[in-house]
């Protein structure tokens, strides 16, 4: 190029450079590294390689474009725009040639790594790189004179005209080749995996021709009670469908150990609960495919993540080992496999991919949150707590990242709690008590109306108020507490709440009379549900301490709820319960379910893939169950709230220092409560 | 080590070195390169690192050894003596250590890199370098304070005591790895496969402890007609069992174009036939599994070699492209998969590898020919003649190689041929004619006397004789043309032969009448029977011819005959025919089953595939379906002899030039004659 060719600036990545009149856009932004997608490589087929010039406008850059700074629409843009439609005033990369001095806009859907679109502000862009992309190429055909394979020129087209050095094909890929190429007339659309970590790269399907559709792929969170998947697609980034089944390894016990149990004391159980969940996992490729309109045979890749005891079982590895110490992991890598290893049914030649467990008690959906939530690229100090039958805890910053797990039992589930149950219709989910006539209100999932608004009773579904779900016993219980109805050791019926009538007697302790059915059923919160729920509060908030001890910080900046259940919790109610260190009340947030988003990024990005690896080998790994110093902190956080922390409990009743909750916490409160549940 | 420390000899390597007092005999041959195995790493387990030390006499080494010059035998050594036995003289090399100068003999079993005994004795030799090995190792236990996954522990112990690094662990591996490392205490032994190619070395197989037994490898040579399976010890290399059955796709059709034909006219036929040959491998590992009381599952690899169209259909590829020009492979490269992949019922870990097709009618067997008879490394120039369906022909020597396939069609193999059958009991395999009389003399398979001897009747089998096989066609046309029953043009009925009794009426033309049984029924030798003969030939002729014109020579100095039809025909015959270029009669030999030989190299022997991949990418791939040359040879060859070749013929007798056949032609048919068939 010289001083005198043109000079083309790109938006918004403003890359310039001079090119030669009748350059193609699309070869000058390649030049230039302008990420500017294109699948056929310039031949006017895919129209990924869209662009928007920038006409008559003084530009910042300090451009001037003339309509005639590019070659006239032409025959294939016409065909194409014709066919599929385009936007007015886009053009063809690979089509429009420089003519003169010209703005080049590359919108977002023309990007490769584009952005993916997230709800939360705060939470972590997704830029698209995904490991499996498609690449449209035309190879030679065979000459008996120079034989060679179909595979072996297919291998040269792709490093001829795309750069790729030697994609390995396996026996699916042979079998599918010849009819594939001689169909499309030698021109092909083939999906390329990137290898796994510093694997090769594999031909995964090849197409006859160009390819009009998209590849898919599906992020799979293996939780306890519930497996999710969501669709993307790898193209756009877009999930197109998620959905979730009920884990049907629950039949063989509710939470973890017992499933571990069942594995040691049943011959064949590991195997049954892994042939379980592939099951549960199949079901859902095949619901969110038919949801999404998607041949299940078109997703060819997916990530998994689960806590130890769900990856190895997934995989087929009898979990025994992580049922008692020292909690061995078969492997704490990453792994890529085939999607037939596992019995997927998608692509055949799809490529799996798990996330590495970071300790016997801290799995890969540890690693997936801490993907999600990025506490190894924070400023500040974040302490992040998946809750579940085990607590999964993260706490750093950029320069460090410690993990634990903590056994709080199932408790917070709502499981040994009387009246527990899962979070469905009927069950109540939020609580207030008036500290001074000690009665409560409340609000059960399903129903907008709270317990003594007017037509309260009518709006309520035919099952009426059926139990506590497990962020309703967080309410209450914290609620009893900040109304005195239980003292600082937890026990039930403290003087001011004696003469209420809604402290029964219950055996040789009292309960708490949460509702009573028009029936007659009662609804209490008795003194073994305290006792549940304050061991529950005091191992998560132990691991959390002993995790603080290990940095040498007496507080963090910010906490994060991670889970399912950690996005119906109450952070003012957690705190006052004593499970979470103190902490400014709008320093802390709910990620929703940030295992299945690190899933979800990991599917999306592979460069993720290598730093969520590097992460975890450098995640320092603190042990709660050989730490004297969890102990200690687990018998000084039984206490409600706890007692290392300084947090003044006044006339029975805890007062909340102004500067935790303030003003903020009544209006987060008040906010929530005309909310429906999200 | 000082001037003054003790000198070690080990034979027969001949390396020498000083080494201080104390030191293990194991360490010092590692210290010098010696090639003495250990499985166990020298803890006294595995005893393959057994040695004999040479006492008492004057070594040609310069090394006088006193008894004393080695440590006294020790407890270890007595514990496995009596265990397993020892030979008298024998000691551990970990256990005995250097006390004086001393001469160590490694005999033969336990070096790693021993040879293979093979029969014939101009064969090349069998270096043992498996690409599976056994390793014994002692894993850290896990550490709740550290946590690592079991598999990242093994893979740390195989590098620190093997020095393998990152030998990466699949699925299968995860899932036996954790119970075997348990029950063995931390202690393992390991079996490794050691890359394909440049890819990572594989954990294939985890025992607890010391694996006592062995570890085995099936080669598989797959042909038109018949599947053949060598079960090798992948440790000794000895061949434990052998075993060939029919190829049961046969009954889509007997030569490869109509099984080629089957599967472009049958929708589910090319998967048919992959299903039939694959059940066909697995019937065959059954058999030499029971034969040689190895479990299945004890056979840790597998190699494939085959004709294209073979090498397809196993690998569930359609064949359809190989029926018509350009003869397009799927793939030229050697390829690696699991077992698994290709349904074969073995160690569902075991490595399958595949050698290289040459071209498209040149297939993995012409890689595994060239493999064991080496042309790529000869001195003289070499023909290496496969006779089959497809004649694949080699021509080459250290300078360069060159290859072609001949379309010889099925005559040789006795099909098209009006008496023709296969080699069975009962079949006529060879021939001699008086050339005064025209009386034939024969022999059948299964039977020791020529037919002219006395009680040669009764010695025949109950099925008496029952047709020609595909050698005695060559022998019985060859003996015509020598006594003048066909001309040079392979007209039945000369002159000489009119009036004899032998040449009888058949249809509009003559038939040479070889035997007529008690039954009355006749075994006829056609001018059809001739003519399908005389384009074999011809064809199979034209191809060699082709290959010299390409290398720009008129004879070659040696021509070795592989394959089963190669190994029982009468080299003389072959060449009075015309099959094959003129060459001195004890140049020609026999390779027997070198496609087979060629499979069990290449899975004895890691460094043969890379060399044969190598080999086969520099070979000179020569097209004879377009080459004009080719038919020109072609119709020159169809003479008996061929006219290209300067050979006289006399009063209608062919006359063997001295040079050619000499006394040594007689001499090897007299031989011949008294030997039982192979």
Request: net charge negative.
């Amino acid at each position: 190029m010289s001083d005198t060719d043109p000079l083309v600036v790109f938006t918004p990545s403003g890359k310039r450079g001079r090119f030669a009149v009748g350059t193609p856009i699309l070869t000058a932004a390649r030049a230039l590294g302008v990420d500017l997608d294109s699948v056929c490589g310039g031949r006017g087929i895919c129209s990924k390689c869209q662009v928007a010039p920038q006409f008559g406008e003084f530009s910042k850059h300090g451009v001037t474009s003339a309509e005639d700074a590019l070659s006239e629409w032409n025959a294939v843009e016409e065909r194409y725009r014709a066919k599929r439609g385009m936007i007015d005033g886009r053009r063809l990369g690979c089509q429009a040639t420089v003519q003169g001095d010209v703005v080049v806009d590359v919108p977002p859907e023309s990007q490769v790594h584009k952005q993916v679109v997230r709800k939360r502000a705060e939470a972590r862009e997704i830029v698209m790189d995904p490991a499996t992309r498609l690449y449209y190429v035309e190879v030679a055909e065979p000459d008996m004179e120079h034989p060679s394979g179909d595979l072996e020129r297919l291998q040269e087209a792709l490093a001829a005209q795309w750069g790729l050095a030697h994609a390995v094909g396996d026996l699916r890929t042979l079998q599918m080749l010849q009819p594939a190429l001689r169909e499309g007339g030698w021109k092909v659309t083939v999906a390329v995996h990137h290898g796994d970590g510093l694997g090769p790269a594999r031909i995964i399907q090849v197409w006859p021709g160009f390819h009009e559709g998209s590849i898919y792929g599906a992020a799979f969170d293996v939780g306890s009670t519930t497996v999710a998947c969501h669709l993307c697609d790898l193209v756009t980034g877009e999930v197109l469908a998620s959905s979730g089944l009920m884990n049907p390894q629950i039949r063989f016990g509710e939470d973890l150990m017992s499933r571990v149990s069942y594995a040691m004391m049943n011959p064949g159980g590991a195997a049954a609960m892994t042939k379980a969940v592939r099951e549960a996992a199949n079901a859902l490729i095949g619901q969110v495919a038919a949801e999404a309109r998607v041949d299940r045979e078109e997703i060819v890749e997916a990530v998994f993540v689960g806590n130890p005891v769900m990856h190895h079982l997934l995989l087929g590895i009898d979990p025994k080992e992580l049922g008692w110490a020292p909690f061995a992991l078969a492997t704490n890598s990453a792994l890529n496999f085939w999607s037939t290893e596992i019995g997927m049914e998608m692509h055949p030649n799809a490529r799996i991919y798990i996330l590495p467990c970071i300790a016997g008690h801290v799995g890969a959906d540890a690693a997936a949150v801490a993907l999600s939530e990025g506490p190894n690229v924070s400023d500040d100090l974040v302490l992040v707590v998946d809750v579940g039958t085990n607590a999964e805890i993260l706490l750093g910053d950029r320069r460090q990242v410690l993990a634990c797990s903590s056994p709080t039992g199932p408790a917070f589930e709502g499981a040994q709690i009387s009246a527990g149950q899962r979070a469905a219709p009927g069950a109540i989910e939020k609580v207030e008590i008036d500290p001074a006539t000690k009665e409560p209100r409340f609000r059960v999932i399903g129903c907008e109306l709270w317990s003594d608004d007017p037509g309260f009773a009518a709006a309520l579904g035919r099952e009426g108020v059926t139990g506590i779900c497990g962020s309703g016993i967080i309410e209450v219980i914290a609620e009893m507490r900040l109304a005195g109805v239980i003292d600082e050791d937890g026990a039930i019926g403290s003087a001011a709440a004696a003469g209420t009538g809604r402290c029964v007697p219950d055996g040789r302790t009292h309960a708490y009379l949460l509702h009573e059915t028009p029936e007659g059923r009662r609804i209490l919160v008795t003194q073994a549900d305290v006792r549940a729920i304050q061991l529950a509060k005091a191992a998560l908030y132990a691991g959390a301490r002993l995790l603080m001890d290990r940095r040498g910080v007496k507080k963090v900046d910010r906490v994060i709820l991670a889970g399912a259940f950690g996005a119906h919790i109450s952070p003012k109610h957690a705190m006052v319960l004593g499970m979470i260190p103190d902490c400014p009340l709008e320093k802390v947030s709910s990620a929703g379910n940030a295992a299945g988003t690190g899933a979800r990024i990991a599917l999306l990005n592979s460069a993720a893939r290598r730093e969520i690896e590097s992460v975890v080998r450098r995640i320092e790994k603190v042990e709660t169950a050989t730490e004297p110093r969890f102990q200690e902190h687990f018998v000084n956080a039984i206490a409600v709230p706890h007692k290392t922390d300084p947090f003044p409990v006044l006339n029975g009743v805890v007062t909340l220092p102004a500067v935790a909750f303030g003003g903020s916490g009544d209006e987060e409160g008040g906010r929530r409560r005309r909310r429906a549940r999200g």
